[in-house]
């Protein structure tokens, strides 16, 4: 199959909001794939190719010189040897290496072409083609039953897979396929409340749980053998030896763990994110150490628990990993929920989760038994810029450089970038800010149009972390739209020193 089909199908479902149409437009092209297309075009399709990290950033794309062809002649199989090359480079002289293979790529593309494979490279497609769309479409054009492919995929940890064999296989493999000990699976993943009584009241009695600012990991134990995995399913073992001591001493033969790891300060104190990450991201040891905690078991010496409701995970947790185990209380009551919410927040951790204490372990399902409640937080920032979009967001300017005021100077005055987000705009908005954006630039660069900063805008914040990218240091977590503030005045903005005092440690 040609790699225009899967731009064009791209392009269809990034055109329409209705989810029906964007399964059978997907759907449409899997019934067509051959089945070695299978996997790979999957990974084209979720900005995940199958080969993992590339070793390719945004400015080795960006300064990509290439004259890209008229007609469309590339395959899928084709693409997907040139990324086969890219991420077998290494060593000495792999830089040009991979610069070579990529300008190759590019003039064989059209631009359209290479727009697509950019982001699929980046990461950064954004089509609406997301995992749960994709499972609907797999369901569909193979015949077999959602539910079928859904847990074969949450258990294989690999959609690609899953949708070779729902497509060529029968249902009976389907249906047989199973936990694995060693082989990563879909993480369970939670719904969202503002406050804990509200979660609570939607779930019932639950075990009330502190999130903690760490970073997620699955850990499989068989033996002595220990693996660890990210949330993306990503292979680390060797970057966490001191989760797969703490997991290997514990009284088991074989066990899958799901939980949290985050750095700790010298009075035990959850140090910044961003540390976390630092370490968690390192190919080696360092001196911080990453402590694990769990909030999950799904198999132990033989016996699956995914199935089984939760009490009876949480108490076989406790027998295995007492001192790893995320503090929690099983309650039903609205004001223990914000009690224990309220000392989460005090141990300096980001809320609580509230579990359903009957629910299983829906693997790789965004569902309501599993509810996180955390502070947000809202600032009043000023639009410095915003990038065009593409996708269905063609033609709108979209993504919002974001900017507060520097009241005492110390950053030069003015207004100090501090994030990004596209999160949270309407198509109203989108059409508003486009035409409204125009009207105010004061200069263009390729993508992106600067105005004057006098567009305030309501930002919600799950915090801040520190950051070398802005000059203030500081950068936005999670920021989406709220609404746009045309009661406030440019100096009225919150300032860069308020959010840099958000920062821990």
Do not use: C
């Not at 899997?30 to 900005?47: D, I, K, N, S």
């Not at 293979?101 to 950019?118: C, G, I, K, N």
């Not at 929690?328 to 000392?343: K, N, W």
């Not at 993508?447 to 936005?476: F, H, N």
């Amino acid at each position: 199959m040609l790699l225009a089909e899967v731009v064009d199908t791209v392009s269809a479902v990034s055109a329409t909001r209705s989810r029906l149409a964007k399964i059978e437009a997907l759907a449409a092209l899997l019934r067509r794939l051959a089945p070695g297309e299978v996997g790979p075009a999957v990974g084209f399709l979720t900005a995940s190719p199958r080969q993992g990290r590339l070793g390719v950033g945004w400015r080795g794309l960006a300064s990509l010189d290439a004259v890209h062809a008229d007609e469309p002649t590339l395959t899928i199989d084709e693409v997907d040897a040139a990324l086969d090359g890219l991420a077998e480079a290494s060593g000495s002289g792999s830089v040009a290496a991979r610069g070579g293979s990529l300008r190759a790529l590019a003039e064989r593309a059209t631009a359209a072409e290479w727009d697509f494979l950019s982001r699929v490279i980046l990461g950064e497609l954004r089509t609406g083609a997301l995992e749960g769309v994709l499972l609907d479409a797999v369901a569909r054009a193979s015949e077999r039953p959602g539910e079928s492919v859904r847990r074969a995929a949450m258990l294989s940890g690999d959609l690609g897979e899953t949708a070779l064999l729902a497509l060529t296989g029968t249902a009976e493999e389907l249906d047989a396929v199973g936990l694995v000990v060693g082989r990563a699976i879909l993480p369970m993943l939670a719904s969202t409340a503002a406050t804990p009584s509200e979660a609570i009241v939607a779930v019932g009695e639950a075990s009330v749980e502190f999130k903690l600012d760490g970073a997620r990991i699955q850990v499989h134990r068989r033996g002595d053998d220990v693996r660890v995995f990210t949330r993306n399913l990503a292979d680390i073992t060797h970057r966490l030896p001191e989760v797969v001591e703490v997991v290997r001493a514990m009284p088991v033969r074989d066990v899958i763990l799901d939980g949290e790891t985050l750095a700790l300060d010298e009075n035990d104190t959850p140090r910044p994110f961003q540390d976390t990450m630092s370490r968690f991201g390192a190919d080696l040891a360092r001196e911080m150490v990453l402590h694990p905690w769990f909030f999950d078991v799904l198999h132990v010496d033989g016996r699956d628990l995914i199935d089984e409701p939760l009490r009876v995970r949480r108490d076989e947790l406790g027998r295995i990993a007492p001192g790893h185990r995320i503090p929690g209380e099983v309650t039903a009551d609205p004001q223990d929920a914000e009690r224990i919410s309220h000392e989460a927040l005090a141990a300096g951790h980001e809320g609580i989760v509230v579990k359903a204490i009957d629910s299983v372990y829906a693997a790789g399902r965004r569902g309501s038994s599993w509810i996180k409640v955390k502070p947000v937080h809202t600032f009043d920032l000023l639009v410095l810029a915003a990038e065009w979009g593409y996708g269905r967001r063609t033609g709108w300017l979209s993504n919002l450089h974001l900017g507060a005021l520097d009241a005492t100077g110390e950053f030069g005055g003015g207004f100090v970038m501090v994030g990004k987000t596209f999160k949270g705009l309407t198509d109203a908005l989108l059409t508003w800010q486009t035409e409204r954006f125009q009207q105010l630039a004061v200069r263009e660069t390729p993508g992106t149009v600067w105005i004057a900063p006098e567009i305030m805008v309501e930002i919600a914040i799950d915090g801040v972390q520190r950051s070398t990218r802005y000059p203030g240091g500081v950068a936005l977590r999670f920021a989406r739209v709220k609404r746009y503030r045309d009661d406030k005045r440019p100096q009225d903005a919150d300032t860069i020193q308020t959010l840099r005092g958000m920062l821990r440690g």
